[in-house]
């Protein structure tokens, strides 16, 4: 019988148990359950705080945008240039409308079919001023611009005159004859001044269109002046290019093509060379040839005598370049300067010597090494010297030339060891 209570305790303590663990788990998931919630709504009001943020700034730089939109059409707007187009035409405007109706009421007072007569002539007057601004467009002649300014001014004026008859008209219906007068003075001011303020609009706009690129107007000044001086120059070139524009189908030949095949032509040669040119030529090339060669100097050799000269200076030996204080190969000084040329060597640091036996014998200078040395390292190094460029260096024989070059390579493997 114990054992039997005892085994129902121990399985109600274990239902207990489980129930409690039933528990206690159903309110892990429900816990859980809810932080999952609070958390989602957490990120849902933190979405939608950002998205409020977002569109507040996004609000705020679209009124910034208008702001600077507005200001920058006000600035537009509010140019010279459109305060001058925009007023002259408001002027027009008004002018027109102070005197049309006057021209009106002055021929209905005569009669009601001569009603459209003051619209025609202030029309007359308007039409030929547009006239004159499309004549600008199209680049017309001048003749049929002033013979529309002419039309237009003729047309103003005769509506001016029955605008001031009308104005004087009014005196006695309410107006003194002095204020009749001023009346009439001003509606014949306006009718003129239409048309004539938008002439000089005109006027304005073109010579401001002619000047709206200073750097095409000089270049297109440059090019004129470079076609003139031209013509005057080679007269007979030019004569032979228009007949080439001329004889070619229109546009297949360029100007400056036409002036190569006329230039070949003419001349024989090439654009820019004449016969005189090449002569001169010649002849300069004769003279630096005799004098080279009364130098005993040919003109290769002078040619590297000039680059050794700007590697180590022309007065850095016995006497400057190419051996003597006087003048060198390429002065081409003829005369007395001629006698004093030796045979050159090189640089020409002195004169060649007449024995190669002094040459052998000869101990080696410290001012030869050491122009050697500066040739090396012009060169890149020692294993470029040679005996030819360590001649033309010194000045010397060829055997010495050799003995220089073998002390500057000896002391740079002493060096390197």
């Not at 459109?82 to 021929?107: C, D, E, M």
């Not at 008859?165 to 239409?194: F, I």
């Not at 014998?361 to 020692?382: F, Y």
């Amino acid at each position: 019988m114990s054992s039997w209570s005892e085994e129902r305790r121990r399985n109600l303590a274990a239902d207990a148990e489980q129930r409690r663990l039933d528990e206690d788990a159903r309110e892990g998931r429900r816990l859980k359950a809810q932080e999952a919630a609070d958390k989602r709504r957490r990120d849902e009001r933190r979405k939608d705080k950002e998205e409020k943020r977002t569109d507040k700034v996004q609000r705020r730089r679209e009124r910034a945008q208008r702001r600077q939109a507005r200001a920058a059409k006000r600035e537009k707007t509010f140019t010279p240039e459109n305060v001058y187009r925009k007023g002259t035409l408001l002027l027009v405007g008004l002018s027109a409308a102070a005197s049309l109706p006057a021209q009106i009421l002055h021929f209905l007072q005569i009669s009601w079919m001569l009603f459209p007569i003051g619209p025609a002539v202030e029309g007359a007057a308007w039409v030929m001023a547009a006239g004159v601004a499309y004549a600008d467009e199209r680049k017309l002649p001048a003749w049929v611009r002033w013979l529309l300014r002419v039309l237009s001014l003729s047309a103003a004026g005769f509506a001016a005159n029955i605008n001031y008859q009308y104005g004087t008209s009014l005196a006695g219906n309410g107006l003194s004859v002095a204020e009749a007068q001023v009346a009439g003075l001003g509606l014949a001011a306006v009718t003129l001044g239409g048309p004539l303020f938008f002439e000089v609009r005109q006027w304005v706009l073109t010579l401001t269109a002619k000047t709206a690129s200073p750097k095409q107007q000089a270049e297109d000044k440059a090019r004129r002046k470079h076609e003139k001086k031209r013509r005057k120059e080679f007269k007979d070139v030019v004569d032979r290019q228009q007949q080439l524009l001329l004889a070619a189908p229109y546009g297949t030949l360029s100007a400056e093509e036409a002036f190569d095949r006329a230039w070949w032509d003419k001349k024989g040669a090439p654009r820019g060379v004449t016969a005189d040119a090449i002569a001169d030529r010649l002849d300069a090339e004769a003279e630096v040839a005799a004098v080279l060669a009364e130098a005993e100097c040919t003109p290769e050799r002078a040619a590297v005598e000039l680059l050794l000269a700007d590697l180590f200076g022309t007065d850095g030996g016995d006497g400057g370049a190419f051996g003597t204080p006087a003048a060198s190969p390429i002065d081409g000084a003829p005369g007395g300067a001629a006698k004093d040329r030796t045979a050159l060597g090189g640089k020409g640091k002195r004169p060649v010597r007449s024995a190669s036996a002094t040459e052998a014998e000869r101990p080696l200078a410290e001012a030869d090494l050491k122009t050697v040395r500066k040739l090396a390292e012009a060169l890149g190094g020692t294993d470029r010297l040679s005996a030819r460029n360590v001649r033309e260096a010194v000045g010397c024989r060829n055997d010495y030339a050799l003995r220089l070059r073998n002390a500057i390579r000896t002391e740079e493997q002493g060096s390197a060891q």
